[in-house]
């Protein structure tokens, strides 16, 4: 065994070809109108398999229908072999001959891609072995020997992954569950950052539990510190929840400026985006904007973010009805 067969042998992880990913392959072959990419696809296919099969296990989400490869028409015109990575890119899946120390990437997968994973396939097609990866190509043909271990793949690949986020409840704020950091308004408005002007116009917000028309209504604060180098960019952000008849939410978002600031900065905005995210309500400030504010309403277990931003500076508040 030479030192480089033993290298790879090393890095190398194999995993097994399920028959579902057989199936898949077929199927993407019997749609060609003729057999002569045939081969092609089904490797390019049984590597993609294999690469998502290995992400899925390391946490990482993969969306094969966004892929170029899920495509029939890009899989008939182009020898394509990607899977699409939320949010993160495309990575690149390229099969490897057996006994080949030299790898084939065409050149028409040289941009828009975040890595290449390099598979081989064995004869049987039972077994799918990663060999390992480079996070960029600018030729047809790598040398096996130049290949990365798959764990930097991750390391590669982990400042682009978005951790989960974790939601705020507003349900449980109707039974008087607050996460860490959501205050009172009253509490907030004895802290030395808030500014008098606040202390007045926020006067209305202060929760009455005497009031029986207002014990629905539910409000909490928290300070966001947009982290950039320009002094007074502490904003304090208020949600306010109220229930509806018909069993959806009432919620209202509202922005108001700290560090004893009269007026928010001109030009700090205020979105609510959707699951998907996309932007649902946006609001700006303007000159002399005291404070700015959104309103909607939501469905039982309907999820919402809430972002903050000025210049480069963004905070997100994630909320789950």
Excluded at 29 to 48: A, D
Excluded at 282 to 291: F, K
Aim: hydrophobic share 40%.
């Amino acid at each position: 065994m030479s030192h480089q067969a033993y290298r790879l042998e090393d890095i190398a992880l194999t995993l097994p070809i399920t028959k579902a990913a057989l199936t898949t392959a077929e199927r993407f072959v019997n749609q060609l109108p003729h057999s002569q990419t045939g081969e092609r696809v089904r490797l390019n296919t049984l590597c993609i398999l294999a690469v998502h099969d290995y992400l899925q296990m390391m946490g990482i989400p993969t969306d094969l229908a966004a892929s170029d490869s899920w495509n029939p028409i890009m899989r008939l015109c182009a020898d394509v072999a990607d899977l699409e990575l939320p949010g993160i890119g495309r990575l690149e899946c390229r099969p490897v001959q057996l006994n080949e120390q030299i790898a084939y990437v065409p050149p028409e997968t040289w941009e828009e891609r975040v890595g290449y994973v390099f598979v081989q396939v064995d004869e049987s097609l039972q077994e799918a072995k990663l060999l390992g990866f480079v996070p960029s190509v600018a030729t047809e043909e790598i040398p096996l020997n130049e290949l990365q271990p798959l764990e930097e793949l991750i390391e590669h690949l982990a400042p682009a992954v978005e951790p989960v986020p974790e939601f705020v409840n507003l349900s449980q704020w109707f039974t008087g569950i607050f996460e860490a950091g959501w205050q009172t308004i009253e509490s907030l408005w004895n802290q030395p950052e808030m500014s008098p002007a606040f202390a007045f116009r926020s006067g209305n917000l202060i929760e009455d539990e005497t009031n029986d028309q207002q014990q629905a209504v539910v409000r909490r604060g928290k300070l966001i510190d947009l982290g950039i180098q320009i002094a007074n960019q502490l904003v304090m952000l208020v949600v306010e929840i109220s229930p509806q008849a018909d069993q959806q939410t009432n919620v209202l978002v509202q922005l108001y400026p700290a560090n004893n600031q009269k007026y928010l900065t001109s030009g700090v905005q205020l979105t609510v985006l959707d699951k998907s995210g996309s932007v649902f309500l946006e609001a700006q400030a303007r000159n002399a904007d005291n404070y700015m504010q959104l309103k909607f309403a939501g469905e039982p277990k309907e999820e919402f973010t809430v972002q903050v931003a000025l210049q480069d500076a963004c905070v997100k508040e994630h909320f789950v009805i």
